[in-house]
């Protein structure tokens, strides 16, 4: 199969580029390389490393979603079978001080990018959405189909919110279309090869990047939002999930559209079906990297609930897709990419770089 990964040099992206190629699928991606290092011929460093790790090619090509003629001579020159759709913007608190930004980049880029792939009939699509949709606590875990949308807090999650809804109207309208939506939990983790992972630039507003900060002393002590919640030791409880599982999701996904045909749309979430508390994942995190995290409590921090977690009973079932990895090997891998690559992509290719 050829398949066109948008955003496949970012966290998720690059994860499933490296699993595609691993099972033989040709592949090439799009990405307007806003948060990705380059070298100085502007080839992507996620995608360099990935190729001399598999030993294979990937085609890559730099074309913004919202240029729809790059869009356009994209998909006239190649034969496409599917597309897994990553490229989006996700900084919840940037959405809410841009949401122009965001509803326009998230949104236009989408809409570019189903009109292309309608005219030039490519008619698969794997969407990467997020358990974000919910916008809701429960103590229950979430099944797909609960109700989304009502209490989401930011633009950001709104964005995932609006393409999912317009997903679904676009495969209801034609039955050539195969959509499938997957809903992440919070991803943590790396390849555990350590060659690729998540190269966040700025100051985090996550809690394992946060963790991450505090381990290299670039902050002194984790602040922890509230411990005072109805949880069993006050803390959040949250769904959290290793982003090669997520890449795996991508690729049973495609597996099902290839396999079954005429599926139209459906959605899945994809996370452990298990949550963990913010003071369990820093055990885990003190675990794995050996060090001690000091903490401070402070006050809930605005729009958080208590409990989000999702079922991914669907998924294992239709996706044949289980996880194989639990919260220690996140941790593991986390701090292995952060071991061999303190600087991100940057560390071991600083003589070929153009951004950072
Ligand atoms: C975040 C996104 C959400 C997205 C989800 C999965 C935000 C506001 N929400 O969820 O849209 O769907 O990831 O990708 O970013 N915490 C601390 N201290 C910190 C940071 C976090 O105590 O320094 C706590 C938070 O209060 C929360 C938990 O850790 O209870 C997880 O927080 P975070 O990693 O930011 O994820 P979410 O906000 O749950």
Known sequence: ???????????????????????????????????????????????????????????????????????????????FDAVMHFASLKSVGESCREPLKYYY?????????????KKYNVKNLIFSSSVTVYGTSTHCLLKEDDAIGEKITNPYGQTKYMLE??????AKSDKDWNIICLRYSILVGAHPSGIIGEDQKGIPNNLVPNIIHVI????????????????FDGTCVRDYIHVTDVASANLCALNRIIEEKNIGFEIYNIGMGKGYSVLEVVKAMENASGKKIPLKIM??????????????????????WSTQFNLEEMCRDVINWQQKNPEGYVNKDHENLKTG
């Open 1 to 79: 199969m050829h398949i066109l990964v948008t955003g496949g040099t970012g966290y998720i992206g690059s994860h499933c580029v490296l699993e595609l190629l691993q099972s033989n699928h040709t592949v090439t991606v799009i990405s307007n390389l806003v948060n990705s290092a380059t070298d100085y011929k502007g080839q992507p460093l996620s995608l360099k490393r990935i190729e001399s790790f598999t030993n294979k090619k990937v085609n890559f090509k730099k074309v913004d979603l919202l240029d729809l003629q790059e869009l356009e001579k994209t998909l006239k020159s190649e034969n």
């Open 105 to 117: 980049s998230n949104i236009v880029g989408s809409l570019n990018l189903i009109s292309v792939c």
């Open 216 to 231: 290299k002393g670039k902050i002194p002590y984790l602040t922890i939002f509230g411990n005072d919640f109805n949880t």
């Open 165 to 170: 809804k317009m997903f679904k109207d676009i």
């Open 299 to 320: 006050p809930h921090r605005v729009g958080d609930v208590e409990y989000l977690c999702c079922d991914p009973t669907l998924a294992a079932k239709n996706l044949k």
